[in-house]
């Protein structure tokens, strides 16, 4: 076993040329909605690039726990996130401390907590000890519309969760969202990996899927297959 700094790390695995091209493809595919935003803000409006967090500054490996979701921020831009290091931090307090990040606060009118954050945080509550780490498929911010640019950023940062799974070698990988992170994994990722860690595929807990996921048994379905899996 050995122990990583994970501000270290993600410096170590980032591309900025890879990420560079890749926002340039998507650069292409701005709506006119996204031109507005970026003459508003200026040039500088993408979020650095994010890697994962977990409970501590180091992680030990193997990794127990991987949890990936699809990507951070949706299709908004923060415009206070600096570099890796506080992506990385400002995702951390977002889920474990229920603190917005990057948004200027009057957009939010005090009202920070969503479904899926607040999911999260209890999940992440309940694995306290585990050995996790929490990530997004997607590493940057990106337009949601047109498709391709969801596709490009998938394809790209695909290179990134294959690196992150073969170093960290998880025993399992917490896949959140049937439509786009399980089928981009199935398709891009499993076959390139070293070795073939334990899958669980729930739903991602969003407002939209809300009852279903609620139906489902919600965290507790997860900390039940993941416990099973600790014992079997």
Same mark, same amino acid.
């Given at each position: ?10 410096? !170590? #695995?980032?591309?900025?040329? /890879? ?9 292409? +595919? %701005? ?11 200026? /040039?500088?409006?993408?979020?650095? @690039?994010?890697?994962? %967090? ?13 949890? $990936? ?19 990385? !931090? ?13 948004? =200027? ?5 005090? /009202?920070?907590?969503? %479904?899926?954050?607040?999911? #999260? ?6 694995? !306290? ?18 498709? &391709? ?15 992150? $799974?073969? =170093?960290? +070698?998880? /025993? ?12 981009? %994994?199935?398709?891009?990722? &499993? ?12 739903? @991602? ?5 809300? =009852? ?11 900390? =039940?297959?993941?416990?099973? #899996?600790?014992?079997?």
């Amino acid at each position: 076993m050995s122990s990583v700094n994970i501000d270290n790390y993600s410096n !170590s #695995i980032y591309d900025e040329i /890879k990420c560079l091209e890749c926002r340039k493809q998507r650069d292409i +595919k %701005f709506t006119n909605a996204r031109k507005k935003e970026r003459n508003k803000w200026g /040039k500088n409006i993408e979020c650095p @690039f994010f890697c994962f %967090f977990g409970e501590g500054e180091h992680i030990t490996t193997p990794l127990d726990i991987f949890l $990936i979701l699809m990507g951070h921020a949706g299709n908004h831009s923060w415009k206070n996130i600096i570099d890796v290091a506080d992506q990385n !931090s400002a995702m951390k307090s977002y889920y474990v401390e229920l603190k917005p990040y990057g948004r =200027d606060e009057k957009l939010s009118k005090g /009202k920070y907590e969503t %479904f899926h954050q607040k999911e #999260i945080h209890l999940l992440l509550n309940e694995l !306290s000890g585990r050995n996790w780490l929490l990530t997004d498929f997607i590493k940057c911010s990106t337009e949601n519309t047109p498709k &391709k640019n969801i596709d490009i950023a998938l394809e790209y940062c695909s290179k990134y969760l294959i690196s992150q $799974i073969n =170093d960290l +070698k998880p /025993k399992t990988v917490v896949l959140f969202g049937v439509s786009t992170v399980q089928k981009w %994994f199935d398709k891009y990722i &499993k076959n390139e990996l070293e070795y073939s860690p334990q899958l669980l595929k729930p739903a @991602f807990p969003s407002q939209w899927t809300a =009852d279903k996921w609620v139906r489902n048994g919600g965290i507790n379905s997860v900390l =039940d297959e993941l416990e099973e #899996i600790k014992n079997g």
